[in-house]
């Protein structure tokens, strides 16, 4: 199994580009989720979805959309990339039982 | 809100204990979760413990929670060089889709 794995592992944006980060888990869990890591602030959850379809907002929203369009995928769009999005994000799985929440490698974004 | 602090740094011989410290807030937490990062990777779960209990141990970790206090520390027995990573607590509740929220993480240096 290959846990939960991200594309691309860097990128580099100039202000106002849009890119889509991937994320798929291969151990059926329901619930996923994208972080942001700053440097001092620890992870911030920008979106989460709890099944396919479903998604809702997490503490850093704005700027961000997602798409859970199955129980596997769960994508991070940035429509018009802007310095503040500079960052490591970090996409995140879990079932319920106790919320340990699997982790991918992380995504490291730079916007010019 | 909920909140999760911890100190930023701590640095310790090899061989030596190791003791990361963190306080939360939220008094009705059923989870509290340590979260190890090694650089340029995701984080993974080392351990956890459920708010009933007072400590866990787990061969050379020792997780100690002060509920009263709202305290959980993490002690590493005969600290490695492998054990340098950043160390994050974090907290949850049980009982269908409950967010977790996660500090600003504590550098562990060893000094070999």
């Known amino acids: 199994n290959a846990g939960v794995t991200q594309t691309p592992k860097f990128q580099v944006l100039k202000t106002g580009q849009s890119m889509t980060l991937q994320c798929a888990q291969d151990?059926?869990?329901?619930?996923m989720y994208w972080y942001r890591q700053d440097p001092g602030m620890g992870l911030r959850l920008i979106h989460y979805?709890?099944?396919?379809?479903?998604?809702d907002q997490g503490e850093v929203p704005n700027g961000y959309n997602v798409s859970r369009l199955n129980k596997r995928e769960f994508s991070l769009r940035l429509e018009s990339a802007a310095p503040s999005q500079t960052s490591v994000y970090f996409c995140?799985?879990?079932?319920?039982?106790?919320?340990?929440?699997?982790f991918g490698p992380g995504t490291r974004l730079t916007v010019l | 809100g909920e909140d999760v602090e911890q100190s930023l740094f701590l640095s310790v011989r090899e061989g030596d204990s190791s003791v990361i410290n963190c306080t939360y807030t939220d008094s009705s937490s059923t989870y509290l979760y340590w979260y190890k990062q090694e650089p340029g990777a995701g984080l993974q779960l080392l351990t956890y413990i459920f708010s009933n209990m007072d400590m866990k141990q787990d061969q050379r970790l020792t997780v100690l929670l002060n509920k009263k206090d709202k305290h959980l520390s993490l002690r590493i027995a005969d600290t490695q060089t492998g054990d340098s990573a950043i160390y994050f607590c974090a907290e949850s509740h049980s009982g269908g889709y409950q967010k977790v929220t996660f500090g600003t993480g504590t550098k562990l240096q060893v000094i070999p």
């Open positions: 995140a799985s879990s079932e319920m039982v106790y919320n340990e929440q699997f």
């Open positions: 151990m059926n869990h329901n619930s």
């Open positions: 979805s709890v099944g396919a379809g479903i998604t």
